[in-house]
């Protein structure tokens, strides 16, 4: 059986269980597109249940709330989707998320939203090595069997071209503003 033997009426790859994602995206800005894809991929697949990490975990200690972000949401998935949407490139949280995915060595993919936006900078170091690939929102969408098929390569990447140097972002930014925030 190859990586594209496929029967979407059972959620993928042939025998295959329903596969656990998580999804990574600016809760501020990006809410709809994150609901829209959960409701076009919940019968496909296992999508970790929505939560805020400034709602989720009441704490301002860094190393507290990275370690919940994996042990919560990043352990037991098997990729990590990135929604990209205006102000995602700038977002502490999706780039700690992004981190312990790639520190897991999980499948990491971007989805460009149609709304527009730059991929967060360790998403792109990892777009540019080649370890995650990148679609269009449209893409993805489109055809059922486009993201099935881009979580099976993405987890199927050579683990040595994981790209995870960039110093952590301990600040959100806003592209509207030009400014951080806490």
């Not at 249940?49 to 042990?71: H, T």
Request: aromatic share 10%; proline share 4%.
């Amino acid at each position: 059986m190859g990586l594209l033997d496929f029967d979407p009426r059972r959620g993928g790859l042939l025998g295959q269980i329903k596969r656990k994602i998580f999804v990574s995206y600016h809760h501020g800005g990006d809410r709809d597109w994150y609901d829209a894809f959960s409701r076009t991929f919940c019968d496909q697949y296992d999508v970790v249940k929505d939560n805020s990490p400034e709602r989720a975990i009441d704490s301002d200690d860094a190393d507290y709330v990275r370690w919940c972000l994996a042990a919560d949401f990043i352990t037991g998935s098997s990729c990590t989707i990135v929604l990209i949407g205006r102000d995602t490139w700038g977002r502490r949280f999706v780039d700690w998320e992004i981190d312990l995915t790639l520190q897991k060595e999980h499948g990491l993919i971007g989805v460009v939203l149609p709304t527009g936006g730059v991929a967060p900078p360790r998403l792109q170091d990892n777009v540019r090595s080649r370890y995650a690939p990148s679609f269009s929102w449209a893409r993805i969408t489109g055809n059922a069997t486009t993201l099935t098929q881009a979580i099976e390569i993405a987890n199927h990447r050579p683990k040595g071209l994981i790209n995870n140097t960039r110093e952590r972002r301990y600040r959100s930014a806003s592209s509207v503003y030009g400014i951080l925030s806490a």
